[in-house]
C-alpha cells in the first residue's frame, strides 16, 4: 500500500491519497474518474468518494493499482 509519508501535495485531504510512486499508468482515472485526476505526470485525489458507490470505485483502484501507489488513511 502507498506510503501516507510520500503523499503527493496534489491530494486532497481526506481518506484517499496517491504517493510519489505512481507511474501515470491511468488505472485508477479509467476505474474511479470522479476521485481520481492527471497532474502531470501523476495522479492525484482530487475528489474524495462522496458516496457509496465513489467509494467502491475507489476501493477498487487502490487495489488494482500495478504500483500501489494509492492509499487510504481509514481501514479500507
Known sequence: MADRRRR???NVADD??????????D?????APAT???HGAQS???RQPENPEARRQALKALVTCPTA????????
Open 36 to 38: 481520481f485526476h492527471d
Open 27 to 31: 488505472a485508477c482515472r479509467a476505474i
Open 8 to 10: 503527493l501535495p496534489e
Open 44 to 46: 492525484s485525489v482530487y
Open 69 to 76: 501507489s494509492i492509499g487510504s488513511e481509514s481501514e479500507a
Open 16 to 25: 484517499f491519497f496517491v504517493d510519489d510512486t505512481c507511474i501515470d499508468c
